[in-house]
């Protein structure tokens, strides 16, 4: 296995009363998308498209 | 179909299950003998299930003190895996030897690693101390389902199926209706999923094994050590009781999930269950409750399994799925299952 324990956190919480989900990188970069492939094609597109 | 991911660690068997008789179980395509040694040790050997005879299977043979006898035509195997008798002769060919695979026994279970036995390393064995640790009590069985590993995986992490499969044993409405929290924790291979219901119905499996009547609070907490241990942390109290600032938690019901998935062959997969409870832990109707209903919940998943896995099995190429935000772990765990199938893919196999 590559890296330690809690290196490369990605996290992605869908929103309480909405049908959105709102992804957070390791980075520190947000993204909000409908649908989570979307979701996890921007967060592993990491560092691509990550500006916070 | 899934790709199995080598060079990790998969749980084989319970420990109660391996003794002094043989048990043949066939883990990512590989047929293995188990045994316990006689000495004072006790420790578990895992032996390649097929005789270099006349390729036999190890597991109908017996065992003669620590040693294992094939039952064909009485080739005797140590437990490294060397053979140190053969019948008739007194020259054992040098080459008459079966692979013993790397194995830990670890809270009850018998893990075995598949793969490079040199990289074989037993503290990266995940941990599940709730099984055979103090203040638990368990219950336990294991399934075969025929399915593709990946839909074991799938169904695991996304529980609002509760709702509709298991609608009244351990699911309700509130299940499929509750937003969830993703993480993915990269380096460790681990997919977290949580589902925090703050005013839910009660489904019989907590009804009537903690006796709570009305209305709970019921967190699920998922904690998937990809490819084999999935672990689901379950807190279940009257609606409105919450942990003390402290991290204490004496008024609720703490029930701890255990699955282990085991890819068997291509479309076989061994689904080892366990449920452990921190309370009531000597009622043996509540071991009972337990055992009779969550075997209950494990066969409407495992029918489900079958019926899904023929239904794939009958379609022509091409068939697409459609994801939703209740898949958003089940997506995670599977990207991490096809990374781990990578790395874990032969070197001889990649330049093939
Ligand atoms: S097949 Fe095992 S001894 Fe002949
Ligand atoms: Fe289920
Ligand atoms: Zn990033």
């Known amino acids: 296995m590559s890296g330690g324990p809690g290196t490369e956190v990605f996290r992605v919480d869908w929103l309480p009363g909405t049908d959105l989900l709102h992804g957070v990188c390791h980075c520190g970069a947000e993204h909000v998308a409908q649908d989570p492939v979307e979701m996890w094609r921007w967060m592993l597109a990491h560092p691509v498209g990550h500006t916070a | 179909m899934t790709a199995f991911p080598r060079n ?47 390729r036999y299977p190890l597991s109908q043979g017996r065992l003669d003190g620590d040693t294992l006898v094939c039952g064909y035509h009485g080739f005797t195997y140590d437990r490294t895996g060397a053979c140190v008798f053969v019948p008739g002769q007194k020259r054992v060919p040098r080459t008459a030897r079966v692979a013993a695979y790397p194995v830990v026994e670890q809270d009850s279970l018998v893990w075995v690693w598949i793969g490079e036995p040199a990289l074989a390393d037993p503290r990266a064995v995940p941990r599940a101390p709730h099984l055979a640790g103090p203040g638990w009590t368990s219950v336990s069985g294991m399934e075969p389902v025929d399915c ?140 009972t409750v337990l055992r009779d209903l969550n075997h209950t919940v494990v066969m409407q998943d495992v029918d489900a399994l079958n019926i899904l896995q023929r239904a794939l099995d009958a379609e022509p190429a091409g068939g697409q799925e459609l994801s939703i935000n209740i898949d958003t772990g089940g997506l995670a765990a599977r990207r991490i299952l096809a990374r781990l199938a990578e790395e874990g893919a032969a070197p001889a196999e990649r330049v093939s």
Request: some cysteine; glycine content about 10%.
């Open chain 2, 148 to 287: 593709d590993f990946g839909l074991l995986v799938d169904n695991l992490l996304d529980l609002s199926h509760e709702t509709y499969l298991h609608g009244g044993y351990i699911g309700t409405p509130e299940v499929a209706e509750t937003p969830i929290t993703t993480e993915v924790d990269e380096g460790a291979g681990i997919v977290r999923v949580s589902r925090h219901m703050d005013d839910a119905a009660c489904p019989s499996f907590y009804a009537r094994s903690t006796g709570i009547e009305g209305r709970i609070t019921r967190w699920q907490d998922i904690e998937y050590h990809a490819p084999c241990l999935y672990l689901l942390h379950s807190r279940v109290a009257p609606v409105g009781v919450l942990p003390n600032p402290d991290g204490t938690d004496p008024d609720a019901f703490h029930i701890e999930i255990t699955y282990a998935i085991t890819p068997s062959a291509p479309g076989k997969v061994y689904d080892f269950w366990a449920v452990s409870r921190d309370f009531a832990r000597d009622d043996p109707e509540v071991t």
């Open chain 2, 8 to 54: 990790q660690w998969y749980v084989a068997a319970y420990g109660s299950e391996v003794g002094r008789e043989l048990l043949g179980r066939t883990v990512l395509g590989e047929p293995i003998a188990f045994y316990r040694t006689a000495d004072g040790a006790g420790e578990v050997v895992a032996l390649a299930d097929r005789c270099v005879h006349r």
